[in-house]
């Protein structure tokens, strides 16, 4: 098979036909004498390869002008070799005569598990689909008016600044209003839902928030929360104790009580914050509830007529006469839970940095 590379005589479309005709026909030919692996190289091997030296030869001597059809040429020929190539010679060999043992056990792949915060997440957001709440997403990149204005946050809040919120940068020359900042709560979505939509509202809001803070055990300057938000005519504070009573138990066992303490938060009046009895003790008291036998969980109130005014003020931009969200004829609660601070209680997390390590002997254990 150790033939001489064949003479071009000229460019002529006829003669370049014949040429790779008789090329065409000594691939068939090799094609039934050699083994695949001996055709392969016969062909295609990197330095003594046939096609290579072939085309190296006739290329280097065609004009320019012939250089395409030869390409074009070249091409299909190089297509024939590799389909012989693709082509399986003989029947595939048993696995015992390819050397393989099918006696071995196989690799075990262990199937992936959803991370712990997103469980928790998911087990809280459940807890509330229960009762009929639906979900609400909204952005992270917020604007000043959704984050804090409508919520009735006063001009010179400590939480508007820098100190406390991470801020986007170069937003001086916008009014305060449309100032981009990340995020520090899910409450804004609150606002989103209530201007694209009338009452009744039975939501939950899970999602990412930022704050500049360091991280250290118990806080991250990215963490999740959960909102809950429910407006409806005669709302009492009496259905917010009795929906977080059922959504602490449901979470943490119904062992577990609660009790609400007076808190404030701008956008709620009265507000609250909410214990459960220690987990670990029973309310005995132990370590991880300071010895008080209760454990601080999240926030709540009912919302403050300020919150629905500015929403009113928004829905009267598209209908002046909308009044839907009067406060003397509706009413509501909210309320709003760190996942991480629940993921924590729940499964007796000292550091909220495991959360966030990619550890597998801590995500393991979720498994
Ligand atoms: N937004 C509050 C925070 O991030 C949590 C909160 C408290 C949400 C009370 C509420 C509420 O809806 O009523 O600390």
């Given amino acids: 098979m150790n033939e001489d590379i064949p003479e071009l005589p000229n460019h002529e479309q006829s003669t370049l ?22 055709f392969r190289l016969h062909w295609l091997g990197r330095k003594q390869g046939r096609l290579k030296l072939i085309s190296e030869a006739w290329l280097k001597s065609a004009p320019p002008e012939a250089k395409k059809a030869l390409g074009i040429r070249f091409n299909q020929l190089k297509q ?10 003989s029947a595939p060999k048993a696995p015992a005569e390819q050397g393989i043992d099918i006696t071995l056990p196989g690799t075990l792949r262990a199937p ?12 809280i957001v459940q807890v509330f689909h229960h009762l009929g709440y639906s979900t609400n997403l909204g952005p992270q990149v917020e604007s000043d008016f959704y984050n804090f204005e409508a919520l009735n946050f006063p001009p010179n809040h400590p939480a508007r600044d820098t100190p406390d919120t991470l801020v986007i ?17 899910t409450s804004p979505v609150q606002i989103r839902t209530m201007i694209a939509q009338a009452p009744p509202i039975r939501i939950v809001i899970p999602g990412k928030v930022h704050r500049n803070d360091a991280a250290d055990a118990t806080h991250s300057p990215i963490f999740h929360q959960v909102e809950g938000l429910c407006v409806d005519t005669n709302i009492t504070f009496s ?5 977080l009573d059922h959504a602490m138990k449901a979470l943490f066992g119904s ?3 609660t009790r609400f303490f007076p808190s404030f938060f701008p956008f709620t009046e009265p507000s609250a914050d909410v214990q459960i009895s220690c987990i670990f003790c029973g309310g005995k008291g132990c370590r991880k509830c300071k010895h008080s036998g209760w454990i601080e969980l999240l926030g709540c109130g009912m919302v403050d007529p300020a919150v ?29 839970m760190g996942v991480e601070r629940i993921a924590m209680v729940q499964h007796g997390i ?5 959360f966030y390590s990619g550890d597998m002997r801590f995500l393991e254990q979720f498994a």
């Fill in 17 to 38: 036909d014949a040429a790779f005709t008789s090329l065409s026909g000594s691939v068939s030919r090799s094609a039934s004498e050699l083994d695949q692996e001996a």
């Fill in 80 to 89: 024939q070799i590799e389909a012989v190539l693709e082509t399986p010679t």
């Fill in 112 to 123: 992936g598990i959803p991370h712990p915060l997103l469980k928790t997440m998911h087990e």
């Fill in 169 to 185: 940068a170069a937003q001086q020359t916008r009014p305060s209003r449309d100032r981009l900042l990340m995020r520090t709560h």
């Fill in 239 to 243: 259905d917010l104790k009795g929906t």
């Fill in 255 to 257: 062992d577990v009580k």
């Fill in 308 to 336: 629905f005014a500015a929403v009113t003020a928004e829905r009267r931009k598209t209908d002046p006469s909308d009044d839907v969200y009067n406060p003397e004829k509706i009413t509501g609660f909210a309320f709003g």
């Fill in 350 to 354: 000292s550091d909220i940095g495991h």
